[in-house]
């Protein structure tokens, strides 16, 4: 049994991919610690909700797969800055690092990741669901042997 270069290839490509998408969403983290001074712990959340409404959008809705993301973007925008407004203006303003108001904001963050967990098991329950998008515009990459790139990773490595 000897050394498989080209699944070496496959998942590195696949790691790359996935590992591009980890860093927008801690750029995002970063992003909002430094310039609103609020620990986010439903950061997460919200990029599930991102993928939930460009589902809705593509699937139900019926849009391009391009115009669902953008879409989904601009709702998922909406959303954050909605639980900003009503859950975390008050606690900012109220101040935040090591006192009890940043300890409120610590604990607004703990409860909006459950909150909304639970209000998208609510709305799409716990069945996985596929993200059927028609990419036929997008190249599939093929390597040596029998290594082929989809057009989502394809697509995630452009965007991201």
Do not use: K
Not at 40 to 59: Q, S, T
Not at 85 to 98: E, S
């Amino acid at each position: 049994m000897g050394f498989d270069y080209n699944s070496l290839l496959a998942f590195i490509i696949f790691g790359v991919t996935i590992g591009v998408v980890y860093g927008i969403v801690a750029l995002g983290i970063s992003l909002i610690y430094s310039g609103l001074d609020i620990v986010h712990f439903a950061h997460g959340e919200m990029y599930m909700f991102g993928a939930f409404f460009g589902l809705v959008l593509a699937h139900n809705v019926g849009l391009p797969y391009p115009v669902a993301l953008i879409g989904a973007m601009v709702l998922t925008a909406l959303l954050g800055m909605a639980v900003e407004r009503v859950f975390y203006r008050r606690l900012t303003r109220a101040g935040g690092g090591y006192t009890v108001a940043g300890m409120g904001m610590i604990i607004c963050g703990f409860g909006m990741s459950v909150a909304l967990v639970n209000v998208a098991y609510f709305i799409w329950g716990a069945e996985a669901e596929p993200f059927r998008a028609n990419l036929d515009y997008i190249p599939r990459l093929q390597f040596s042997g029998d290594i082929e790139v989809p057009e989502s990773y394809v697509l995630t490595a452009i965007i991201s």
